[in-house]
């Protein structure tokens, strides 16, 4: 993109203050940080592979065949974790896509409480779950210590989501489930800086979580499902998928909020609780700061190989 362009750009989509003690922010649960993850972006990892430039890629229909469902539905976070709901998601997606291809048995979709007290009290050091999180530290968790599942484990019940479950005090106490979620662990993470990067891991079916301060108070979809940021949040958000085909470029963006935070005209049986971005805002969400990363290779069923 040349100079003028990224200019006429960020005038549509101003840039976010990487201070917002000054700012009216809503915090979902996610911690801005600019500090750079010691990982590979994804160029780096799979320079070979397709960039997706001018295509279309969705990651929900996989999630909704696995599922049984003709719309996925939307998480609905009931405490600061939108981390760990958009990770718990992307994790099911990854997990779902192979599943498909490669034949492979299901689980069941993740225990975003193990999540949220992995990525905030053992990676992140907190002494409590009344809080959020980096995305990085939700991400390196499932990478280093793995899923559990939504079911009942010997003295926890993981079946319905429910917040305050995320209060587990140490791993230390819970052998078991350590044991058990050694056992399905994200296999590659990759950093991802612009959109190009995450339209190429998107086009290889690896689904993008990150964070952004860009917010969307009283969002409604358009005629073509688009949305427009209103507002400061600090929030987790997933890509589920991209369409560089369309007269107006989007990436899909999925919520936490249940599926009646945005309303309006849907597109390719978009699942409820989502729309769509223009590419140019996608663009600027990631930039804001360093802490998006796309998810591949999980180790909870044979992996697909991007190379």
């Given at each position: 993109m040349i100079r003028r362009e990224f200019l006429k750009v960020a005038a549509a989509f101003p840039l976010m203050?990487?201070?917002?003690?000054?700012e009216k922010v809503r915090d979902f649960g996610y911690i801005p940080s600019n500090e750079i993850a010691d990982l590979p972006t994804f160029e780096e990892q799979f320079p070979r592979v397709a960039d997706g430039k001018g295509g279309v890629s969705l990651l929900h229909p996989y999630l909704q065949k696995i599922l049984c469902v003709q719309a996925l539905k939307a998480h609905h976070q009931k405490g600061p974790d939108c981390v760990s709901q958009a990770t718990g998601l992307s994790n099911d997606t990854v997990a779902a896509i192979q599943v498909i291809l490669r034949?492979?048995?299901w689980?069941?979709?993740?225990a975003?409480?193990?999540i949220h007290f992995g990525g905030r009290c053992v990676v992140g050091k907190s002494n409590n779950i009344n809080g959020g999180s980096r995305i990085i530290y939700a991400c390196k968790f499932i990478q280093d210590y793995g899923i559990l599942f939504?079911?009942?484990?010997?003295k926890i019940n993981f079946t319905n989501y429910k917040f305050d479950r995320a209060a587990l005090g140490s791993l230390d106490k819970w052998p078991n489930l350590v044991k058990q979620a050694a056992k399905h662990k994200m296999g590659k993470l990759t950093r991802i800086r612009s959109w190009e990067e995450a339209r190429a891991a998107l086009r290889n079916l690896c689904p993008v979580v990150f964070g952004s301060t860009y917010g969307f108070d009283g969002a409604k979809r358009d005629k073509d499902g688009f949305g427009k940021?209103?507002?400061?949040?600090?929030?987790?958000?997933?890509?589920m998928g991209y369409d560089e085909r369309f007269e107006r470029?989007?990436?899909?963006l999925m919520n936490s909020h249940g599926d009646i935070k945005f309303k309006g005209p849907k597109r390719h049986n978009q699942p409820k609780g989502s729309l769509w971005i223009d590419v140019e805002l996608a663009d600027l969400m990631i930039?804001?700061?360093?802490d998006a990363y796309a998810l591949s290779e999980y180790v909870g069923t044979k992996p697909l190989r991007l190379y």
């Open positions: 203050p990487y201070d917002l003690r000054l034949n492979q048995r689980n069941g979709k993740a975003t409480e193990w939504r079911k009942a484990y010997p940021p209103n507002g400061t949040w600090r929030h987790a958000w997933m890509f470029k989007g990436a899909l930039k804001t700061y360093s």
